[in-house]
């Protein structure tokens, strides 16, 4: 910022206020970020609010957030009374959710599956309409919790969702998410909508009180949204904070399905991702169709802040044009009857990625790690041959691609290693890796380094929910490349290695490679399914992919970079914003960053073993790393 012109006095965000019977409306105070004026704040309120006999209750969507839900604001009088509140941030009526189906009977045959009674299988917690106890389902079906009676639910959705997440695989005929079995939570958050209507506070309520009565469940999946309230360009909506604050309480995964949009029937572009996908720590799940080409209906990116949601897609169907009119190819479940349906939609590509999730969180045997799974997940993900879209629209409508199943995703081949690191960044100090153990063995006749690499960093940013569009308070800097000597450096407050790289130039910026491959314009290059090269620049992402190929590199910057003899390092750095920096000044805590970066090398001419290479490497120079231990013996991925 270099100057201020203009100052000018807050005015609550509001609406154009008619007085409804029983409307329920939602006010947001401003959070001082000092806790007794925020007590004192609050206790006004209520007391004002009790003068003008509104009924009003504090609702808990995170701890920054101050929200209140308002009955009986039944007057034009009352509701400029509410606009004159001093700590007003906005008012706006409560949102309410509803969630419906629109399936059609299949012709299909699935065999009935029934779990082995000395197999532990992964577990799923469905957050939706609830699950019906039918055949197909019911010994998979381990508990149910709902926060309504029987008779107010309409199982319809939850029971097609939990249907796709058991059967998902055999009801397809081919192997999307290779799990072989995963039992079902059943958690009502939703009743049935032409019984009963759920506000968004009721709802958030819902979904915290049963993942916090179900501590050992750590994948839930969560086909819910708004129809049509898309995210805004500047700032994150509550719903999505709540789900953030929600999965850093409790330490689990929300997958999320991105939404679904119907302007394709009359022509128009697909609309933007709905509330509350802006969510940033959830897993965002867009659709594609079975030879992968984006679905119609599903949602497009990016969410606030240039934040890329959907974060990666799966199978959900598609509608087909023929003529006039639009048919749809749907996926198959199972109706409450007992039934094969098949329908369209997020909701039903999101509860594949649920079930990968929870296969590989149940092969993995060590502490649950949400940031090691979902790296996994989008490291794995890939483009389909056939989609021609630039690397910007490629990221929009299909976040980082498809994820591979289950034991590929686990399994790495001779001709490859995938190196892990799950650390802690403090504010003040960085990572560097000054002799990272890049294969020689790729190194061409003509004495340059190639190969391709895959670089994958998921972390979890500082986040403070009263600071709009600035939500994501913290960034993690990824630097790899090359460097040609190790000298010494002067020992400083922010520096205190006394060793570094005499310059490190980073391969992972889209400046150093041919425009066709930035541009994605190189539709007959095999690699272009394979290739993220994306600038992230100084925008605050906490889930960054590249997936490179050094012989793309420029000429010039090929001999400048990949030349041997040359080093190749890793550096990361924490970046935070004033706001972050200031309240951790006063509040005399300190900031940091968790995360898991994984980084894959590979021989595109599957001749050399790069996997027993780079472990002699990682002995040699005395790396301490470990294999990650999994249920079944495979060859493991290598964290370091």
């Known amino acids: 910022m270099s100057a201020i012109t203009t100052i000018k006095t807050y005015t609550p965000k509001s609406f154009e206020f008619t007085p409804k019977k029983d409307e329920v409306l939602k006010a947001s105070l401003f959070n001082y970020y000092d806790y007794p004026l925020n007590e004192t704040i609050k206790s006004a309120f209520v007391d004002f609010c009790t003068v003008q006999k509104i009924i009003l209750r504090e609702t808990h969507y995170s701890d920054d957030l101050i929200v209140f839900r308002l009955e009986g604001v039944n007057s034009e009088e009352k509701y400029q009374n509410i606009l004159n509140f001093p700590a007003l941030q906005f008012i706006e009526p409560m949102p309410y959710l509803k969630i419906g189906i629109d399936s059609s009977a299949k012709e299909t045959e699935v065999e009935l599956k029934t779990p082995e009674p000395n197999i532990d299988y992964p577990i799923v917690g469905v957050l939706d309409s609830g699950i019906a106890d039918i055949p197909f389902l019911s010994s998979w079906i381990i508990g149910h919790e709902s926060a309504y009676p029987e008779d107010r639910l309409d199982k319809s959705h939850g029971t097609f969702v939990g249907g796709i997440i058991t059967y998902g695989d055999e009801l397809e005929k081919i192997e999307i998410s290779g799990v072989k079995g995963c039992k079902l939570f059943d958690a009502a958050v939703l009743p049935d909508p032409n019984k009963e209507s759920v506000a968004e506070d009721e709802l958030i309520e819902n979904i915290r009180e049963i993942i916090r009565s179900n501590p050992n469940i750590k994948i839930w999946n969560l086909s819910l949204g708004y129809e049509s309230l898309e995210v805004d360009d500047c700032k994150f909506s509550q719903f999505a904070m709540a789900l953030d604050d929600i999965q850093k309480e409790n330490d689990v995964i929300i997958c999320k399905s991105a939404g679904n949009c119907g302007n394709f029937s009359s022509n128009k572009p697909v609309g933007r991702i709905t509330v509350p996908s802006d969510s940033v720590l959830s897993l965002v799940i867009g659709s594609v169709s079975l030879d ?80 090691l799974l979902k790296a996994l997940t989008i490291h794995s993900a890939r483009y389909p041959e056939d989609v021609r879209l630039t690397q910007i629209d490629r990221v929009k409508l299909m976040g980082y691609g498809i994820p591979d199943n289950m034991s590929n995703i686990l399994y790495n081949s001779d001709h490859e290693i995938t190196l892990i690191q799950s650390d802690r960044l403090v504010k003040g100090k960085y990572m560097e890796i000054l002799e990272f153990p890049y294969p020689e063995s790729l190194i061409d006749d003509k004495g340059y380094f190639y190969g391709d690499i895959t670089v994958t960093l998921v972390a979890t940013p500082v986040l403070f929910s009263g600071n709009g569009v600035e939500y994501c308070q913290s960034d993690i800097d990824v630097k790899f490349g090359t460097f040609d000597e190790i000298e010494e450096k002067e020992v400083t407050k922010s520096h205190r290695n006394e060793y570094g790289p005499d310059s490190l130039a980073n391969i992972l910026l889209p400046d150093k490679y041919r425009s066709r491959s930035v541009n994605n314009s190189d539709h007959d290059n095999p690699f272009v399914r394979e290739r993220t090269l994306l600038n992230y620049g100084k925008k605050y992402q906490p889930v960054k992919k590249w997936r490179v190929n050094l012989n793309e590199l420029t000429p010039a910057n090929k001999e400048k970079y990949l030349k041997s003899p040359k080093r190749w390092g890793l550096r990361l750095t924490g970046v935070y914003r004033d706001f972050a920096e200031t309240r951790a000044g006063l509040e005399r805590t300190s900031l940091y960053q968790d995360f898991c970066l994984m980084i894959t090398i590979k021989d595109p001419n599957n001749h050399h073993m790069v996997y027993n290479e780079v472990s002699q490497l990682l002995e040699n120079r005395n790396f301490i790393h470990s294999d990650i231990q999994l249920r079944e013996t495979i060859q493991e991925r290598i964290r370091v």
């Open 292 to 371: 992968g080409s984006p679905s119609v209906f599903s949602r497009t990116g990016s969410g606030p802040a240039h934040i890329n949601k959907p974060d990666i897609v799966s199978y959900g169907g598609n509608f087909i044009k023929s003529g006039k009119r639009f048919v749809k190819d749907g996926v198959k479940s199972f109706s409450v009857d007992n039934n094969i349906y098949d329908a369209c939609g997020t909701s039903f590509s999101t509860p594949r990625i649920s079930a990968l999730l929870a296969g590989l969180s149940h092969e993995i045997e060590e502490e649950f790690d949400p940031l």
